[in-house]
């Protein structure tokens, strides 16, 4: 079956310090990946997909980026965290199957508190 | 401009009564819609999907929604709400083949009074 996994669950990162998030897809090859920002009070933004290893779109300018150096891994980092940053980030995958209609299914989600 | 907009930010309902949460959505094309729940500070589910067809769709937990093209809109409907069914609700709208590039709406919060 197809799962997700995300980590850490939690993290609270000084201003200025780095950050990297890790997410593994098993079950499928080839997912479509996405990062998820989810303010408080808010719906989710999208940060940045990708169609495949090393291809990596950016929705929106911001002080993070991402990467995948395997198929079923998605990376999100940044250098130096700001405290805007602060938020909770959802990992998520699609299928790519031929012809079929996919959605998304998610991570549990990595809560980050930038203080 | 593509966007979905969830007018009902807090919704308080007896479990038990029935319940409704709305989604309006704008979109060039023939929409892909999503209705996912999440639980505090877990990730989200997927509670049904319309790609097209039958408009009615029924999702998992007793959840159905309905697709009126005319009115851009695509409602949440369940007849009787448990306690277990408190949570936030998000409605999402996506292209074809492109399932995890999705437009979410706000999120409505649904409490539900015993």
């Known amino acids: 079956s197809q799962t997700i996994h995300q980590w850490p669950a939690t993290l609270v990162q000084p201003v200025g310090s780095p950050l990297s998030l890790e997410c593994t897809v098993e079950?499928?090859?080839?997912?479509?990946l996405y990062w998820y920002r989810q303010a408080a009070g808010r719906g989710l933004q999208l940060l940045f997909y990708?169609?495949?290893?090393?291809?990596i779109s950016s929705e929106v300018p911001q002080n993070l980026s991402a990467s995948r150096p395997q198929d079923r891994q998605f990376i999100l980092s940044s250098k130096k965290l700001l405290l805007s940053d602060s938020g909770f980030y959802l990992c998520?995958?699609?299928?790519?199957?031929?012809?079929?209609?996919?959605?998304?299914?998610f991570g549990q989600g990595t809560r980050l508190t930038v203080v | 401009a593509q966007s979905v907009t969830q007018p009902d930010i807090h919704i308080t309902v007896s479990e038990g009564a029935s319940l409704e949460l709305r989604c309006n959505y704008s979109?060039?094309?023939?929409?892909?819609l999503f209705w996912y729940v999440q639980s505090p500070g877990q990730g989200l589910q997927l509670l049904l999907k319309?790609?097209?067809?039958?408009?009615l769709v029924q999702g998992i937990k007793g959840f159905e929604a309905e697709f009126k093209r005319s009115q851009s809109s695509f409602n949440l409907r369940k007849p009787s709400v448990h306690w277990s069914d408190a949570a936030e609700y998000f409605c999402?709208?996506?292209?074809?083949?492109?399932?995890?590039?999705?437009?979410f709406g706000q999120g409505t919060e649904l409490s539900v009074k015993p």
């Open positions: 998520a995958f699609a299928g790519t199957e031929s012809g079929a209609n996919t959605e998304a299914f």
């Open positions: 319309y790609f097209s067809g039958d408009t």
């Open positions: 979109y060039g094309a023939t929409p892909y």
């Open positions: 079950g499928t090859s080839n997912p479509n």
């Open positions: 999402a709208v996506g292209a074809p083949n492109q399932g995890g590039k999705l437009i």
């Open positions: 990708s169609v495949g290893i090393g291809q």
